[in-house]
């Protein structure tokens, strides 16, 4: 109320006033359809501060070109719906008991465990990173999700989707792929129906690629798990070992 009655003050004070301002015609150029009806504003909750996403159409249809866009941001404010669509990540992933990663923070704070090492225990944990699991540390050690997700997209060691029971990996460096390594790898694509980086509907298998896996003497080589390694494979044997680990689940 109290704004209001200033507000109406100062507009009965300029009431008698000389008017000093000067209309010009006005001269419109007809925007391009595209152009139209882009124009949005973000409002920052805390101050309502409001500012525009910057697409910087303005600028460039401006007809007099008195128009510079500032990049540069001062309200540091997330995109419009970030929010909602990091929640639906989370609810479209599987369930995860957070439970499990009580003694890997805890030896983050007791040990001074680095990052890596605990996104390490936590993929021995889960066999993946599940999102929700990053979401819980970030907020548990004060890191910032952009840098925990950065360390685990670097690495190949890390894996951000469920694997399979049985992790499939053909290694694709230069004396494998001589020997053969592309065929091997669609003899198992077509064996199980995936295709690299794919991962059957029984979650049984996972098959991937890798750089090289260090037994360059056995090429073409393919490894299953961390432990068992398989030299010079062929395409047929390739599809033998899918048969004889689907024997040892009972499936025909």
Excluded at 117 to 129: A, I, M, N, R, W
């Amino acid at each position: 109320m109290l704004g209001m009655l200033k507000a109406m003050r100062q507009t009965i004070g300029h009431l008698g006033q000389k008017k000093i301002t000067v209309q010009y015609p006005e001269e419109r150029e007809q925007l391009a359809e595209r152009s139209r009806g882009l124009f949005r504003v973000v409002v920052d909750p805390t101050s309502d501060d409001a500012r525009c996403r910057a697409c910087t159409l303005c600028e460039t249809n401006c007809p007099v070109q008195v128009i510079r866009v500032n990049y540069t941001s001062r309200y540091e404010l997330p995109l419009p719906g970030q929010a909602r669509i990091a929640e639906r990540r989370l609810d479209s992933q599987p369930p995860v008991d957070l439970t499990r990663l009580d003694p890997i923070v805890e030896g983050y704070f007791a040990s001074g465990t680095g990052m890596i090492g605990v996104l390490q225990h936590t993929q021995e944990e889960y066999g993946y990173l599940p999102r929700a699991a990053l979401h819980d540390i970030a907020q548990r050690t004060g890191t910032s999700l952009a840098q925990i997700y950065g360390v685990a997209s670097f690495y190949n060691q890390f894996r951000l989707s469920p694997v399979g029971k049985y992790l499939i990996t053909v290694c694709q460096g230069t004396a494998c792929h001589v020997a053969g390594a592309p065929l091997v790898a669609a003899a198992f694509s077509e064996e199980l129906g995936i295709p690299l980086d794919g991962t059957t509907k029984d979650r049984l298998f996972t098959l991937q690629a890798v750089n090289c896996v260090g037994a360059c003497a056995l090429a073409p080589v393919v490894r299953v798990g961390d432990d068992d390694t398989y030299g010079r494979m062929t395409p047929d044997l390739s599809r033998k070992l899918v048969r004889d680990l689907r024997a040892q689940e009972g499936l025909e």
